[in-house]
């Protein structure tokens, strides 16, 4: 999941360099989206892996 805000990150960038404000703006909402849903299903999976290591 990472990868891809990556990805749509690199598209937008390159969206941006050409000139194509809206283009851009649309893969960077979705890199944002992708990230944080990374982040936080990485949270829980480091704290679910902590509580199920103590049992």
């Known amino acids: 999941m990472l990868h ?3 990805v749509f ?3 937008a960038l ?3 360099l050409f ?3 809206g283009i851009a703006a649309g893969a960077v909402e979705i890199a944002k ?3 944080f ?3 936080i299903l990485a949270a829980v999976t480091f704290v679910f ?3 199920r ?3």
Do not use: P, Q, R
């Open 33 to 35: 989206i992708l990230f």
């Open 9 to 11: 990150f690199v598209i």
């Open 49 to 51: 892996n902590l509580v």
């Open 14 to 16: 390159i969206a941006a």
């Open 53 to 55: 290591s103590k049992t």
């Open 4 to 6: 891809y805000a990556v």
């Open 19 to 21: 000139g194509f404000g």
């Open 37 to 39: 849903v990374f982040i």
